[in-house]
């Protein structure tokens, strides 16, 4: 395809977009030397940038063509507009990008790694199975709008979930909270997800886990009082001789 026919009918931007939310190395790369940078990584007033795109879609050469060519690094951490909270990282772990998460971290310096990308990414948002039914039944979703079943969305966040509890600094897994004062050990534990539950005994010490389990939120409740009505994580901690 002659890409450059397409400029004039959707605009120059448009088209580098669409290209990188559909992972056209090729004509990300033809495209990207006529582009300012702002262009390639700040969004538009209602839609990601072309790089956000990318991170959202999965698109592993066009993540990384953008991140090697990238000039200033600090649209790694920006969400590209005073408006847009969410940044490049936030959209991978959103909808279940590992390998592209892993890519992020890697380029980004551990200063600038951002607990909302747990707490607005992965940990925040995996559905449960019955969550993934009501959606289905309320919007009569079978696939989502990125493209993938709703079943691979959902094992998709489960995989990045599991990345980002084993790369994350551990002050930040037990201490930082987000805005209803919840660590990321207490939601997994408010919501019964086992299998986060159980990364995180696997990256925590004892003395870390029971400090994590003793972090209280806004409601003056800790991460252990909501593991009272989730009987499979009390038989976790049971085995460890935590709880009775």
């Known amino acids: 395809m002659d890409y450059e026919d397409l400029v004039l009918p959707i605009g120059l931007s448009s088209l580098f977009s669409i290209m990188c939310a559909r992972g056209n190395i090729e004509a990300v790369k033809v495209l990207a030397p006529h582009l300012r940078p ?40 920006h969400g590209g507009g005073a408006r847009h909270l969410y940044k490049p990282l936030h959209y991978a772990c959103m909808h279940g990008r590992r390998k592209v998460a892993e890519m992020l971290l890697d380029a980004l310096d551990k200063g600038d790694w951002n607990l909302k990308a747990l707490l607005y990414g992965a940990l925040a948002s995996v559905p449960s199975r019955e969550g993934i039914s009501t959606l289905e039944a309320v919007y009569g979703w079978e696939i989502h709008p990125g493209g993938y079943t709703l079943e691979e969305f959902y094992d998709g966040q489960k995989d990045v979930e599991q990345l980002l509890i084993e790369r994350f600094p551990i002050d930040i897994l037990i201490h930082e909270k987000g805005d209803d004062g919840l660590t990321p050990l207490a939601r997994a534990c408010q919501a019964g997800r086992v299998g986060s539950f159980e990364a995180f005994v696997r990256r925590f010490s004892d003395a870390e886990l029971n400090e994590a ?4 939120g806004n409601a003056g409740m800790t991460a252990l009082q909501y593991v009272k009505e989730r009987p499979e994580i009390r038989a976790i901690l049971q085995k460890k001789g935590i709880v009775e």
């Open 38 to 77: 702002k262009d390639k990584y700040e969004q538009g007033f209602h839609q990601p940038s072309p790089f956000q795109f990318a991170c959202q879609e999965g698109c592993q050469e066009v993540v990384r063509f953008l991140i090697d060519t990238m000039e200033d690094r600090a649209y790694l951490t």
């Open 213 to 216: 389990l003793a972090e209280k």
